[in-house]
Nanobody, 125 residues
Framework: VQLQASGGGLVQAGGSLRLSCAAS????????VAWFRQAPGKGRVFVAA????????YYADSMKGRFTISRDNVQNMVYLQMNNLTPEDTAVHHCAASTSVIQSNLDSQNAYRSWGQGTQVTVSS
C-alpha cells in the first residue's frame, strides 16, 4: 500500500491541525496505521496508532487528550486531529501502515512496512 500524508502547516501555539493519510494501491482494510514524527535533530517517535477496525486506538503519553486518531476504511483515509499544539509539536509527521501488527508493537517503527513521505507541522510560540 502507498501512503500520502497531508495537512501540515504553520500554526500558532494553542491552535489545531488535522493531518490526513491517504492510502492507494490496496485496500486499507486489515491494516493498522500509525503516525510517527521527527523533530529537527531528533529521532522519529511514536504519536498514535489505530487498529483496522477502529475499536482500538493508542497514543503516546504526551499526546493523550490533545490528539485523536481516526479512520475511514471506505475512503482509505486515516486522520490525526491535533489540538492545543505547542512548539514542541514541531516536526515532520509520517503515517505508516502494516498488517498483522500485534498490540505490543503498535508503537514500534519496525512493525510498519509502508510509510508516507511526511508532512511538516510547525507551531510558533
Amino acid at each position: 500500500v502507498q501512503l500520502q500524508a497531508s495537512g501540515g502547516g504553520l500554526v500558532q501555539a494553542g491552535g489545531s491541525l488535522r493531518l490526513s493519510c491517504a492510502a492507494s494501491g490496496y485496500t486499507f482494510r486489515g491494516y493498522s496505521v500509525a503516525w510517527f514524527r521527527q523533530a529537527p535533530g531528533k529521532g522519529r517517535v511514536f504519536v498514535a496508532a489505530i487498529k483496522w477496525n477502529s475499536r482500538h486506538t493508542y497514543y503516546a503519553d504526551s499526546m493523550k487528550g490533545r490528539f485523536t486518531i481516526s479512520r475511514d476504511n471506505v475512503q482509505n483515509m486515516v486522520y490525526l486531529q491535533m489540538n492545543n499544539l505547542t512548539p514542541e509539536d514541531t516536526a515532520v509527521h509520517h503515517c505508516a501502515a502494516s498488517t498483522s501488527v500485534i498490540q505490543s508493537n503498535l508503537d514500534s517503527q519496525n512493525a510498519y512496512r509502508s510509510w508516507g513521505q511526511g508532512t511538516q507541522v510547525t507551531v510558533s510560540s
